[in-house]
């Protein structure tokens, strides 16, 4: 579990992290000094993942199970700077998950993407936001689709329809590309890479963007500009201390010029789910 400097400093500040019963607010400057003391943590060598891996699980279970005074504390404060740190470690932890479900999926070691860790919540976040639709879509784009497009996978089940993924990151795309044919889905999740957000939408009724796609007022921005007027526009976001693992969408008064909320499915409480749903329509 050892990250840097001596195995045994290391050993014994990620054995406090975990049986620290500091409150949630301590509890979690306490991780972002851990997180800080080891820039392994942020490039995620292989050494750095298990440490890693066993942080950001109890940080979930903290945030699950956090009592009613933690979460008034939390709204309270707003934003603090430790957030942020917490966020980008969750993000390369989540990333990181993906990349090594892929590598054992290519070795043949695991049976099936449901064994993928996340599989059964992200499947629980698309079909919460199957439900707030009202028709069934007949072209989906999915944004930020990641090493592994697991929720362009679910939206391709549940809904039965094709689903066009796009990424900044080409080697993602190569990755996931590769992957899809694989596995035999390259003729119903197609993968592309965008690198700027200069992209036609036009032609998809429906439109989802993954949580940890970026800058999110940039890709608003740009489907709205593009898009069909018509078009079904499904925004991730986190709410409550859920935003400590993810910076939320932030519904300003431009976004709000732009768009119209029609519909929500907010994540809270004791559930073990991470990832809130906006519905969207745009405004003409």
Not at 150 to 164: C, E, H, M, P, T
Not at 202 to 211: F, G, H, M, R
Request: with cysteine.
């Amino acid at each position: 579990m050892a990250t840097g400097g001596s195995d045994a400093a290391s050993l014994t500040t990620l054995e406090s992290v975990l049986r620290s019963s500091a409150s949630l607010d301590e509890f979690t400057s306490l991780v972002a000094d851990f997180l800080e003391s080891d820039s392994g943590f942020t490039t995620y060598p292989t050494s750095a993942f298990t440490a890693l891996d066993h942080v950001m699980e109890h940080l979930e279970s903290r945030i699950f199970f956090a009592t009613e005074v933690e979460e008034l504390i939390f709204n309270l404060k707003r934003e603090m700077p430790h957030y942020r740190v917490l966020q980008e470690a969750y993000s390369v932890w989540e990333t990181t998950l993906e990349q090594h479900f892929v590598s054992r999926l290519r070795a043949g070691t695991v049976s099936g993407i449901s064994d993928y860790r996340l599989a059964n919540r992200l499947q629980r976040v698309v079909r919460r936001e199957v439900s707030m639709l009202d028709h069934r879509p007949k072209r989906v784009l999915f944004i930020g689709s990641g090493p592994f497009p697991i929720s362009a996978i679910w939206l391709n089940r549940i809904l039965g329809v094709s689903v066009d993924g796009i990424d900044v990151a080409p080697a993602a795309v190569r990755e996931s590309s590769s992957l899809m044919a694989a596995i035999g889905l390259e003729k119903v999740i197609s993968l592309r890479h965008e690198p700027d957000g200069a992209y036609d939408v036009s032609d998809y009724d429906l439109i989802v963007i993954a949580l940890l796609a970026k800058p999110k007022e940039q890709i608003l921005e740009n489907i709205h500009r593009t898009a069909r007027k018509d078009c079904t526009v499904v925004c991730r976001t986190s709410f409550g201390l859920r935003s400590l693992l993810y910076e939320p969408t932030f519904v300003s008064h431009a976004l709000l010029e732009k768009f119209s909320i029609q519909d929500m499915r907010l994540v809270q409480g004791a559930a073990d789910d991470t990832v809130s749903s906006l519905r969207l329509q745009i405004r003409t």
